[in-house]
C-alpha cells in the first residue's frame, strides 16, 4: 500500500506523548499510542528531569505503536544529559526552571556585552540558555567528567540507537550557534570557555540516525530494523513547521506550556532593537529562523492548578467566561514568572503593584491569566511585524493551548486578526511530517503545510473589534 506508518515522540514539559501518523500520497492521520506525565523532581541539589521515567514511557509508547517505518523524537529546547567516558548517563538532567542559573548571565556579560552576545547567536535573553547553565555548572563535578553534552531529545535517541548527535534546531536553542551560518558559534564558545567538542557532531532534520538497538527491538517487541529519522528535535521547530498556513502573511503561536509567538523569515534579525524586545532567532526547517518571543504561556494556569489542588480545566474556564474581561493584566512575558509555587500569590502582587484590582477568586484568576496570555500574544504579533517588517493577515494558533477556545477568541480580539487554531497536536505532526519526506512521501515545507491544512482543518475565530480596551490594557503594563 502506499501508506507509510510513523511514530513521533514529542516530549513536552508537563507530559510526554508517542503519536503514530499514518502518511499516504494525499492523507495523513495521527493517533495516539500512549502518554505519560513529565514530573520534574526537586532534590536537595535542586529541580531535576526523571528522564529515566521518559525514557521508559518512549518504549511503552513504542510497543503501544506497533509496527513503524522510522521513529522521530523532538522535545523542549535547551536542556541536556551528560555523558561520562563510558557513555554513561552522569546525574539527573539539570530542569531550565532550576535556580541555578539567577545571576549567571551578568556574569556571562561582563566578558561578553549582551550585546554582542546577541548580535553573535540572535538568541534572546533567558537565564536558562544552555550557555547559562553550562557557565552556571563550570566547576561541577559531572561537567569535569562530562565527555559527552546530548540535548534531551538527543540523548533518547542515543538511548534508542546508540548513536550521539546533535540535532540543529535544537543546537539553535544552546545561544552557540550563529543563525547566519547555521553552525556553532566557534569564537564565542572560545572566548567563554565552553568546550565545543562535548556536543556530537550535527545533524539535521531528515538526516538519518541510527537504527533500534537489538535490545530496543525485544523490549518494544517490534521487528527490526527501525530507522531512527531526525525531526526538528526542538518542539517548537516541529511545531512551526504544522502550522497550516496557506499563504506567506501568517504568525504563528505555539500555545502550550510556554506561548511561543513570532514569524517565520528566511534571515535572522540581529538588530539592536530586536534585543531589546527580546526576540529570539531559532533556526527552522529548510533554512528558515523562528523569530519569536517566548511567553510564558499556560504555564501560569497550570501552576494555579496545582495550587489550587487540581480542579478541571472546563470548570475554570466556564466561570473564568462569566468574569468581566480586562479587570486586571499581567506581563505575561515577564521572566519573574519562571521559577515553580505560589503563583496565584504572585499573580494577585503583580496586580496590585501595577495599581489594578487585585484578583482573588480562582475565576478572577484565571481571567486574569488568560486575558494577560492574550495581550502577550498582541504585543509579540505586532513587535514581530514592526521589527522584520512583514505584513501579517492571519495569526496561527498551534498547540495544546487551541484546545482552549476561550483563549483563541481572546488572542484573535487582542490581535485584531482572524485566529486560525490548530492542530493541537502540531509538534508531532511536523515531526511526523519530516520522517515521511526523509522518505520520500512529501514535497517542502509549503506542500506539507497543504496537507495539513487540508487533512486537519482548522477553526476560524474572528476579532470582535474592541482594539480600544486591549490598547488601555496595554497601557496599564510597563513599556517593553
Ligand atoms: C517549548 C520550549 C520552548 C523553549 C522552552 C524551554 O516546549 O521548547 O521553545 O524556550 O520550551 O526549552
Not at 477568586?361 to 500574544?377: G, K, N, Q
Not at 495544546?400 to 480580539?413: I, K, S, V, Y
Amino acid at each position: 500500500t502506499g501508506v507509510h506508518t510513523y511514530a513521533a515522540v514529542d516530549l513536552g514539559a508537563s507530559s510526554g506523548r508517542v503519536m503514530v501518523g499514518r502518511v499516504g500520497a494525499d492523507s495523513l492521520e495521527l493517533g495516539e499510542a500512549h502518554r505519560f506525565p513529565n514530573r520534574p523532581v526537586r532534590l536537595a541539589e535542586g529541580l531535576r528531569w526523571d528522564v529515566l521515567a521518559l525514557y521508559g514511557g518512549v518504549l511503552d509508547g513504542l510497543r503501544a505503536a506497533g509496527p513503524v517505518d522510522s521513529v522521530g523524537l523532538d522535545g523542549w529546547g535547551v536542556d541536556y544529559g551528560l555523558l561520562d567516558a563510558d557513555g554513561a548517563l552522569l546525574g539527573n538532567p539539570v530542569h531550565y526552571r532550576d535556580a541555578r542559573t539567577e545571576g549567571v548571565a551578568e556574569k556571562v556579560w561582563a566578558t561578553v556585552p549582551a550585546a554582542r552576545l546577541y548580535a553573535a547567536t540572535g538568541v534572546q535573553y533567558a537565564p536558562f540558555n544552555t550557555l547559562y547553565q553550562l557557565v552556571a555548572a563550570r566547576s561541577s563535578v559531572q561537567l569535569a567528567q562530562a565527555r559527552r553534552l546530548l540535548l534531551i531529545p538527543d540523548l533518547l535517541s542515543y538511548w534508542l540507537t546508540g548513536e550521539q548527535g546533535t540535532e540543529l534546531t535544537n543546537a539553535s536553542t544552546t545561544q552557540l550557534i550563529d543563525p547566519r551560518t547555521r553552525t556553532w558559534s566557534y569564537a564565542l564558545a572560545e572566548r567563554l570557555g565552553v568546550d565545543l567538542g562535548l556536543f556530537g557532531p550535527l545533524r539535521r532534520p531528515g538526516d538519518p540516525a541510527g537504527v533500534l538497538r537489538p535490545e530496543v527491538l525485544r523490549e518494544t517487541g517490534l521487528a527490526g530494523p527501525v530507522p531512527v529519522t531526525a525531526v526538528g528535535s526542538h518542539d517548537t521547530a516541529s511545531a512551526v513547521a504544522a502550522v497550516p498556513a496557506t499563504g506567506e502573511r501568517f504568525a504563528y503561536i505555539c500555545t502550550g506550556t510556554w506561548s511561543l509567538a513570532g514569524l517565520e523569515l528566511a534571515a535572522p534579525v540581529l538588530t539592536e532593537e530586536s534585543r531589546a524586545a527580546n526576540f529570539t532567532n531559532e533556526l527552522g526547517l529548510d533554512g528558515t529562523v523562528r523569530y519569536l518571543r517566548n511567553i510564558m504561556g499556560l504555564w501560569l494556569l497550570q501552576e494555579c492548578q496545582r495550587v489550587w489542588g487540581g480542579p478541571d480545566l472546563e470548570t475554570l474556564l466556564r466561570e473564568a467566561g462569566a468574569v468581566p474581561s480586562l479587570r486586571s493584566v499581567v506581563d505575561a512575558g515577564d521572566a519573574a514568572f519562571l521559577a515553580p509555587g505560589r503563583m496565584p500569590e504572585r499573580i494577585a502582587a503583580a496586580c496590585r503593584a501595577s495599581g489594578q484590582p487585585v484578583p482573588t477568586t480562582r475565576a478572577e484568576v484565571t481571567r486574569c491569566i488568560l486575558d494577560s496570555l492574550a495581550l502577550a500574544h498582541r504585543r509579540a504579533v505586532e513587535d514581530a511585524r514592526r521589527l522584520a517588517d512583514r505584513p501579517v493577515d492571519v495569526v496561527h494558533l498551534v498547540g495544546g493551548g487551541t484546545r482552549n477556545a476561550l483563549l483563541c477568541q481572546l488572542t484573535a480580539d487582542a490581535c485584531g486578526l482572524p485566529v486560525m487554531a490548530g492542530p493541537a497536536e502540531a509538534a508531532a505532526l511536523g515531526n511526523v511530517l519530516v520522517q515521511a519526506r526523509a522518505h520520500g512521501l512529501v514535497g517542502d515545507l509549503a506542500e506539507m503545510r497543504r496537507l495539513i491544512s487540508r487533512t486537519q482543518p482548522p477553526v476560524r475565530y474572528e476579532p470582535r473589534g474592541d482594539d480600544a480596551r486591549w490598547r488601555a490594557a496595554e497601557a496599564r503594563l510597563a513599556p517593553r
